[in-house]
């Protein structure tokens, strides 16, 4: 009897947790609804929606360089494995066409899919969760009106146990948390709506923020630097490495341009990001940027350490190739966009590490189409990674401070792989912001 009762109560106990389990994994489907006409929604929401997708940087995460846009491929490498971005065009049968206003929410929110499949949170719906159902319409009507391209979702390269989507169930349970956002009362409405963008679609802490070992924001370190793309995204808080203090006004100027002549020219994912937001509201941008200021806090005492003289490091084998390659445009005393940046100005001569130094001199920066835009060509077809290494040793020497860097020429060959595979699967132009050439029109 005894026996009994015992396999009775462990049953029972096996019974609840699987219930439990059931419930916290199984989502169900929604139904399939016919793809809406671009005339189903408004011409100013659909507007709206485009802005809101810029400052989200979908078309970046969503478009395959040289595909089509919002039509997914584009491989996300994770340590788990890699993602494919999913096709977000309204074609029914690869894409979201299929999609109802309440699919769309659940995914923006939870992560689920129209199918009842949880999402692998490289798409940032840690951050979406905020957006207002008000923005989440526009993005769907804007989504709903663009060009549907067939192009169904590669499989991902994930291997057991994380190629198992009801796991990220319970990872939802510690790290998705819904209605995060509140707005401050105590400061402006263009404080709030900056907040709000940042936290939220923006998902600026998606990049700036460092992950734990199960791949979430570590909170305790918001803004506080993470690495994305063999590219280091900076700390931008009060822990902000930049030499000079990034204030309201350079923010703006910063990511409208994507260069101010205190901190540089936007690169490596960083230039996406601005690409996108150039093409919004101006109010948009001033809005981040206000929040943005506060998180990085009043500016420091004056850190920047004391450079060797140029003497001292005269003999230094990077010195020949800076004078040759380097000296007629960051010495040439011509303000940006015309002549190269203060090197001693350059966050990424100041920080720890070289990678996104190295990732510049390799690949240069490109001008934008149609702008005075800084320009710098490549090196990487004109020196090895030897000379390469030497010249980003003398430049940290001569204009960084901080001890020297370690295993250079290591980074620089990582960084020239890094590069080469890149231009191997995104071959085409840098997509422009989505439909920037129909800013006018719905």
Same mark, same amino acid.
């Given at each position: 009897m005894a026996r009994s009762k015992i396999i009775a109560g462990v049953a029972a106990v096996l019974l609840v947790a699987g219930c439990g389990a059931f419930v916290l994994v199984w989502r169900p489907a929604i139904a399939a609804v016919a793809p809406a006409s671009s005339t189903s929604f408004r011409p100013d929401l659909i507007r709206r929606g485009r802005d809101l997708a810029a400052i989200g940087n979908c078309n970046t995460c969503h478009t395959v360089r040289g595909g089509r846009d919002f039509a997914g491929g584009l491989p996300v490498p994770t340590p788990f494995g890699t993602i494919f971005s999913t096709n977000i065009t309204p074609d029914p049968e690869s894409g979201i066409g299929g999609w109802s206003e309440a699919a769309f929410r659940r995914a923006m929110r939870a992560g689920v899919d129209r199918d009842g499949h949880h999402l692998y949170p490289t798409f940032p719906y840690d951050h979406f969760t905020n957006?207002?159902?008000?923005?989440?319409?526009?993005?769907?009507?804007?989504?709903m009106t663009r060009e549907p391209v067939h192009a169904p979702t590669r499989t991902n390269e994930v291997s057991f146990p994380y190629n198992q989507r009801w796991l990220l169930a319970g990872w939802k349970l510690l790290f998705l948390h819904h209605g995060t956002y509140r707005p401050a009362p105590d400061k402006s409405a263009e404080w709030n709506r900056g907040a709000y963008l940042v936290e939220g679609l923006a998902h600026c802490g998606a990049c700036h923020t460092p992950r734990n070992a199960l791949g979430a924001e570590r909170t305790n370190a918001s803004f506080s630097g993470g690495d994305v793309d063999n590219w280091q995204a900076y700390a931008i808080n009060t822990h902000s490495p930049a030499p000079v203090h990034w204030d309201r006004e350079a923010l703006i100027a910063y990511l409208r341009?994507?260069?101010?002549?205190?901190?540089?020219?936007?690169?490596?994912?960083?230039?996406?990001?601005?690409?996108?937001?150039?093409?919004?509201?101006?109010?948009?941008?001033?809005?981040?940027?206000?929040?943005?200021?506060?998180v990085f806090g009043k500016a420091p005492t004056d850190r920047k350490a004391?450079?060797?003289?140029?003497?001292?490091?005269?003999?230094?084998?990077?010195?020949?190739?800076?004078?040759?390659?380097? $000296?007629?445009?960051?010495?040439?005393?011509?303000?940006?966009?015309?002549?190269?940046?203060?090197?001693?100005?350059?966050? =990424? !001569?100041? !920080?720890?590490?070289?990678?996104?130094? =190295?990732?510049?001199?390799?690949?240069?920066?490109?001008?934008?189409?149609?702008?005075?835009?800084?320009?710098?060509?490549?090196?990487?077809?004109?020196?090895?990674?030897?000379?390469? =290494?030497?010249?980003?040793?003398?430049?940290?020497?001569?204009?960084?401070?901080?001890?020297?860097?370690?295993? $250079?020429?290591?980074?620089?060959?990582?960084?020239?792989?890094?590069? &080469?595979?890149?231009?191997? &699967?995104?071959?085409?132009?840098?997509?422009?912001?989505?439909?920037?050439?129909?800013?006018?029109?719905?």
């Open positions: 957006i207002s159902d008000a923005d989440d319409r526009a993005l769907y009507a804007f989504l341009q994507g260069w101010h002549a205190d901190h540089g020219t936007a690169r490596g994912p960083m230039a996406e990001v601005v690409s996108n937001l150039s093409s919004v509201p101006a109010s948009d941008v001033t809005d981040i940027a206000t929040y943005m200021a506060d004391a450079s060797p003289s140029v003497a001292s490091l005269s003999g230094d084998p990077g010195a020949a190739i800076y004078a040759a390659a380097c $000296v007629s445009c960051h010495e040439s005393a011509r303000p940006l966009p015309y002549g190269g940046v203060d090197l001693a100005r350059s966050t =990424a !001569v100041s !920080v720890s590490d070289p990678r996104n130094l =190295a990732n510049i001199v390799i690949a240069g920066v490109q001008p934008v189409a149609g702008e005075r835009s800084p320009i710098m060509p490549g090196f990487g077809n004109s020196m090895d990674d030897n000379q390469i =290494a030497a010249l980003l040793t003398y430049l940290r020497a001569r204009f960084g401070e901080g001890p020297a860097w370690m295993n $250079v020429e290591e980074i620089v060959k990582q960084a020239r792989q890094t590069q &080469t595979a890149y231009v191997r &699967t995104a071959a085409g132009p840098q997509n422009a912001p989505a439909d920037a050439a129909q800013r006018d029109k719905p």
